[in-house]
């Protein structure tokens, strides 16, 4: 037990101080304690996921499990078994079951991994390595409207873009599945999804969006929440579609960057999704492949015109980069109304002294009037004029964008998704929405 005598020491020095230089230098101090730096890589890795919660660890099992010796088996034994299985829950109990409660206390919250200690993975990357602790991080998309030049002349091919939660399927050292968010906390209890995904090659990471399986047509926005509720609530998840976009391995996400071209990720990807057939697990398909940019405009109309969210556009000889990227651009339609102000209200940080929003009011479907609050879209100067002059706005008619109307869950009120500032309407003296 050594080595928990060692942690324990370790975590007292780091949580009796809050200096970052009085951490960094506890750190230092065990450079070649391998024992520590096992527990630290253990509990900041993003890709050991173990399945144990404050939850599950209230169970009362009993089981004849196979005894970890020492804390590092305890480790190893977590790092490839992340399933949360009474089994899983019982090698805890039963190494816990000798130490003080204390100890208990520290191992429990290194197995859960939600032991804090004040540093962060650049700390400890500084003290011990920059890759000692590997970095998660997925592919983001700019905005097509920003840079529309930057396609021109290019081969891309585009795909339908969904309003979702971001998944990242990823297979751990004894091949089980593992899904997380963009953050790169983990979604435990996916066994629906499990079961299915253990048909696809355990060597690629997996990249696309859960969404609520339904058969009704059903606005967005609601599909979104539902799905948001399914993926954040406690005990089994059923019912979500992954649909999978892109794909590449894992020493590419750990390294940052997969060499191979977008177009062949995709196309292998569907074929690889086609051929196992899951139900669960859905291929998003190409819609054009080439260097034609008017069938942009053109598919991202027929698809929200379908009440979709939008396209894809993706650069055919693009590397996937895991950070926000121009080789991936997001295309969506905002609508627009005419709406009055009725009131504003000052920012905040960087707007402080500036306006930071309006209170606005709009016409809902059930010929109501609503209100929504508009903080974006408004220039520097903007924020200064209205600022010095709320007479100038409020009790005006302006311009607003918005990616969709919504009915709240709540009530029967509605709500405005994504509402941005475009301009006065001094032309103008009623809202509307076209």
Request: proline letters at 3%; a negative charge.
């Amino acid at each position: 037990m050594n080595a928990i005598n060692d942690f324990e020491e370790f975590y007292q020095k780091m949580t009796a101080t809050s200096s970052r230089l009085e951490k960094e230098a506890i750190l230092k101090q065990y450079q070649k304690n391998s024992a520590v730096k096992g527990v630290l890589h253990f509990l900041f890795n993003p890709f050991i996921v173990t399945g144990i919660s404050k939850k599950k660890l209230a169970k009362t099992v009993n089981a004849t499990v196979q005894e970890c010796v020492d804390l590092p088996a305890l480790l190893a034994y977590f790092t490839v078994h992340n399933t949360g299985r009474d089994e899983d829950i019982a090698v805890l109990q039963q190494f816990t079951s000798g130490l003080s409660d204390k100890q208990t206390e520290l191992v429990e919250g290194i197995i859960k991994k939600d032991l804090t200690l004040g540093a962060s993975e650049k700390t400890l990357n500084k003290v011990f390595g920059k890759d000692f602790i590997p970095s998660f991080n997925v592919m983001l998309a700019e905005k097509y409207a920003e840079n529309t030049e930057f396609v021109v002349g290019k081969r891309f091919v585009i795909t339908e873009k969904f309003d979702g939660v971001r998944c990242m399927l990823i297979f751990n050292e004894a091949g089980e599945p593992t899904f997380f968010s963009r953050a790169g906390k983990s979604f435990d209890d996916m066994v629906e999804l499990a079961d299915e995904v253990r048909h696809l090659d355990p060597n690629m990471v997996y990249d696309g969006e859960l969404l609520l399986g339904v058969e009704q047509p059903i606005d967005s926005a609601d599909l979104y929440r539902m799905t948001v509720k399914v993926t954040n609530s406690d005990g089994v998840k059923k019912g979500l579609i992954y649909n999978i976009f892109d794909c590449l391995t894992k020493l590419d996400l750990i390294t940052g960057e997969s060499s191979t071209p977008c177009e062949t990720r995709k196309t292998e990807l569907g074929k690889e999704l086609r051929k196992i057939k899951q139900p669960h697990l859905k291929e998003v398909p190409i819609l054009y492949a080439g260097e034609d940019v008017t069938q942009i405009d053109k598919i991202c109309d027929e698809y929200t015109n379908m009440g979709r969210e939008g396209v894809m556009v993706n650069i055919a000889d693009a590397p996937y980069e895991c950070k926000r990227s121009k080789n991936l651009l997001k295309v969506k339609r905002f609508n627009t109304a005419d709406v009055r102000v009725l009131d504003w209200e000052e920012g905040s940080g960087a707007n402080q002294g500036k306006l930071g929003a309006v209170i606005v009011e709009f016409m809902a479907p059930d010929g109501k009037k609503y209100t929504c609050k508009v903080g974006s879209g408004f220039e520097k100067e903007e924020r200064e004029e209205y600022f010095a002059h709320p007479e100038k706005i409020v009790g005006h008619i302006i311009e607003i964008g918005y990616f969709e109307l919504s009915q709240n869950q709540n009530d029967d009120g509605y709500s405005l998704r994504f509402p941005t500032f475009k301009g006065m309407r001094d032309d103008k003296n009623e809202i509307s929405m076209y």
